[in-house]
């Protein structure tokens, strides 16, 4: 019966349900639609009274009354207290090369606890936002002339991109990061009072990540078949659920339920329920807007659809 009356629903939706366009934005139903497009702040910044903490293009500032002290961390490539001998000398070949700086570059991610404020520093190389090593700092708000301490390094390097990410997770009282190492990917955790680290194993040839909730991510990931496997894993434990395999190279959505994704092969695109299973095709000039029960699949700026979240139905359609 249910079975049966879902068409009908469908139909009905489809009449109820209004898509308009006003300049560049969309609307469904009244709602304003917002973009799936990542985007990424130039800056961040925390404060308690007149105490300030802020990460920008001039690197890692601290403000407190009318003092003001700026870094961007050159000392810590070569700090002994971080890099075995070995690790210093690679370090330096690489810093003699051009290719990389002493300087910090960009912020893998940051977060406040109490009156503490961490900071994920990130080192790339020249001409790229991927990181080549980074670092965790900590101001304290409590101190009467707050100082930026360098806590530790992070095992493995982060996914971060651009100048300003939110790569940073917060567990119990240890931050960390989903990252890759040279032969796995996982999770790994500082603990911000002692300095210790750890690292989780979770897998190998990490592909891509979405943070859902709390911990709990997304992932897609390269199998020695050269299939891809989706997932769901949360930080900090081993447990990780596979929840399908394709021979489809895959984009996660931003988005943590239902978990969506577009799987591309040659010139051919979908977008897929990962949850449900339901599956609908995608125009080749593509642009995805997310509702409140669905998302608008716009055809160039010529025609757009709003599909149902759960099987993917049409529910309203516009034209230009």
Known sequence: ???????????????????????????????????????????VGYNVGSKYAV???????????????????????THPKFFNRNEIRENLKLLRSGLFTRNASALSGSTKIGNRVYFLVR????????????????????????????????????????????????????????????????????????????FVPLGKNLVSYRR????????????????????????GNQFRRDLME?????????????LLAVLRESKDRVIRNIDSGAEAPLPREVTLYKGRDGLLVVDGGRSAKYL?????????SWKK
């Not at 936002?129 to 101190?143: G, P, Q």
């Not at 891809?228 to 949360?234: D, I, P």
């Open 123 to 198: 080192w790339t190389q020249r001409g790229s936002s991927a990181a080549w090593i980074e670092a965790l700092v900590e101001v304290d708000f409590e101190a009467k002339k707050p100082e930026m301490r360098l806590i530790q390094r992070l095992i493995g390097t982060t996914v971060a991109e651009g100048q300003v990410d939110t790569e940073l997770f917060t567990q119990g009282n240890k931050l960390g990061a989903l990252v890759r190492t040279k032969s796995e990917w996982g999770y790994a955790s500082v603990n911000p009072k002692s300095g210790i680290t750890a």
């Open 1 to 43: 019966m249910v079975d049966v009356l879902l068409p009908f629903l469908a139909s009905a939706l489809v009449g109820q349900t209004s898509i308009t366009k006003k300049g560049d934005a969309f609307f469904v139903g009244g709602e304003k639609l917002i973009s799936f497009k990542r985007s990424l702040p130039d800056g």
């Open 55 to 77: 990460w920008d293009r001039r690197g890692l500032t601290v403000r407190f009354g009318s003092k003001v002290v700026n870094s961007r961390f050159p000392d810590f490539p």
């Open 308 to 316: 149902g979240f759960e099987r993917l139905n049409e529910l309203a």
């Open 212 to 235: 859902l909730f709390g911990t709990v991510v997304a992932f897609v990931e390269r199998t020695p078949q050269n299939t891809y496997v989706v997932g769901r894993t949360e930080l």
């Open 246 to 258: 394709t021979t489809q190279s895959v984009y996660l959505l931003p988005q943590a339920s239902p």
